[in-house]
């Protein structure tokens, strides 16, 4: 009996304690129960329960994704907060809605269709939301099953997509942009390959047509650095020297000028290279078979827009058969005018000896005759001596014995002579005293003589002619200033040239165009200067300087 009634009371022990536990376990399928104490072997153990889920209940409040758990009436059995905010809809009111109802009509087949198959496979499709302010939200619904104590339910995460499509709408425009820039890109590469072309195939004909036009010319033809150095030379400089550019380029072509001209080359061309005036020189360059031929060089600087030199551009002409044509005529000159100049001679002596025979019984009219004769002799005479003048210039042999010369005094005499022989003109002098030179009398007189009778010669119009003698810083300078028809700039350059005359129709007067030349050559042998200060249609100042004794 006392067995028994132990046995009674284990077992209702073991009831108690098997309440306990299923109690226990009701409360932690509910989750009314976060954590347990469990008594073992090494006293009481905490075990949390609710750690490991709040992880997740935790995650999926958080998430940025919605989050929908739906069973088969299609009744939101549980969602986040995410998806209520997305459904514009309070979460307590949203739990328990149908999940259509929360669909714009034209996507509720769509919802029907995807929750149909989603019972049976992972299925995801775009479906729009609508939200609270009638806006519809682009999302994406993907779907799976879950099992639940309540049977089987659907899980659909909800990702909203309008920020996608905003970015994918973006994009497509940022695309077509794209698209349009690259097409406008390529239009503009088009034309630009296409001018490239054009331009090249210009410049490739350009550069042709001057390498033809250049091989072609009869000139020699270079061009130089504005240091000097020669970069190119066309065909014909080949050609002639028989040379390479190794050997010519860069300054080798020195070589090949006459060892006499050099000097004056070289002056010449570091002058245009220092200045940029234009590079001109008469020279002997050697051919290829050792003969010397003259050669007028020109060169003209390639300027770029701020006006600084590129390069040069040199031509050399051959002008060896003029030279020697100019040789020939000053032989002739000079042979025909010592020719001329005995019978003058004696026609001006036999025609004094018929003036001065039985003067009183000569008619008048023989008298007249007789001077009108001496007058054109004169003239011719004048005319033989400086034909005979310029063919010594040539030669080097315009000789004169130097004297002390008392300026002031020559100029008073020719300025006599002058209003002697041109009546008509008024002469003016402005003369300092007592200017001594050395030099030859009959040359200055020459000298001044033929810029008075220039000065007459050139202004018909108005008759006054200014002589004037100053002290200049230890020279004498003698000047004569007319107020007739004047000279250009490219005019005054030339005129001390021999032959050389201005081509004026309208002002046509006899003359040989030696004058000027002779008196340029006078006066650089008495180590002095020559010029003139001119403007057309305003008259002319010529003069002259010369080192005071
Ligand atoms: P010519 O007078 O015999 O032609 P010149 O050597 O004396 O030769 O002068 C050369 C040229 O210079 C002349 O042909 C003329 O065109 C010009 N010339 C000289 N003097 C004057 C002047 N006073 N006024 C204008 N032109 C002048």
Not at 205 to 217: A, C, D, M, P
Not at 222 to 247: A, C, H, I, M
Request: proline letters at 2%.
């Amino acid at each position: 009996m006392e067995q028994q009634d132990q046995h009674s009371e284990e077992i209702r022990e073991l009831r108690f304690q098997l309440e306990e536990a299923q109690e226990t376990i009701n409360a932690i399928r509910t989750g009314q129960v976060d954590a347990l104490v469990v008594k073992d072997t090494e006293g009481h153990q905490l075990y949390t329960l609710k750690t490991a889920d709040q992880t997740y209940r935790v995650f999926i409040e958080k998430m940025s994704e919605g989050a929908v758990t739906i069973n088969s009436e299609g009744i939101i059995l549980y969602c986040n907060t995410r998806f209520a905010l997305m459904a514009d809809t309070p979460l307590e009111k949203a739990i328990g809605a149908p999940l259509a109802s929360f669909v714009p009509d034209q996507s509720k087949t769509a919802l029907e269709e995807l929750i149909q198959s989603s019972w049976n496979e992972e299925c995801r499709l775009e479906i729009i939301l609508k939200d609270g302010g009638g806006k519809d939200m682009h999302c994406m619904f993907s779907c799976n099953t879950i099992d639940l104590d309540g049977g089987t339910a659907l899980s659909i995460i909800v990702t909203d997509l309008s920020l996608l499509k905003e970015t994918e709408k973006q994009l497509q425009l940022r695309n077509e942009q794209l698209e349009e820039s690259r097409a406008n890109a390529e239009k503009l590469n088009n034309t630009l390959e296409a001018t490239v072309k054009e331009r090249t195939h210009d410049l490739v004909i350009s550069r042709e047509h001057f390498k033809l036009l250049t091989n072609n010319i009869v000139q020699m033809t270079w061009t130089n650095l504005p240091d000097g150095n020669v970069n190119s030379y066309n065909q014909r400089w080949y050609d002639y020297t028989g040379k390479d550019f190794e050997t010519t380029g860069g300054l080798g072509w020195k070589e090949l000028i006459h060892p006499d001209d050099l000097k004056m080359t070289i002056e010449k061309y570091t002058h245009s290279l220092a200045t940029g005036e234009m590079f001109e020189v008469e020279n002997r360059y050697k051919r290829h078979d050792g003969v010397y031929r003259w050669h007028l060089n020109r060169a003209q600087p390639l300027k770029n827009d701020k006006g600084e030199i590129i390069f040069w551009v040199g031509t050399a002409t051959d002008i060896e058969d003029q030279k020697r044509e100019m040789d020939r005529k000053d032989e002739f000159i000079g042979i025909a005018s010592h020719e001329l100049k005995t019978p003058l001679t004696s026609l001006k002596g036999y025609l004094q000896l018929i003036a001065g025979y039985k003067k009183e019984q000569l008619p008048p009219i023989i008298t007249q005759y007789i001077n009108k004769a001496g007058v054109s002799i004169n003239k011719l005479q004048s005319l033989i001596n400086d034909l005979l003048d310029v063919s010594k210039i040539k030669a080097g042999r315009l000789e004169y014995s130097l004297n002390d010369v008392n300026i002031t005094e020559l100029v008073n005499q020719c300025v006599e002579n002058a209003e002697h022989v041109y009546s008509s003109y008024i002469f003016e002098k402005q003369i300092e005293g007592d200017l001594i030179v050395k030099g030859n009398n009959e040359r200055l007189e020459q000298v001044l003589m033929n810029l008075i009778n220039n000065a007459v010669k050139y202004s018909q119009n108005d008759k006054n002619v200014l002589i004037t003698v100053k002290k200049n810083n230890n020279k004498a300078r003698v000047s004569v200033t007319d107020h007739g028809i004047g000279l250009s700039q490219p005019q005054q350059t030339r005129i001390f040239e021999r032959f050389y005359r201005v081509e004026d129709r309208k002002n046509m007067t006899s003359g040989l165009g030696m004058g000027l030349y002779i008196s340029q050559e006078i006066i650089s042998n008495h180590n002095g200067t020559i010029g003139v200060d001119s403007e057309t249609g305003q008259g002319s100042t010529f003069y002259f300087e010369l080192p005071l004794v």
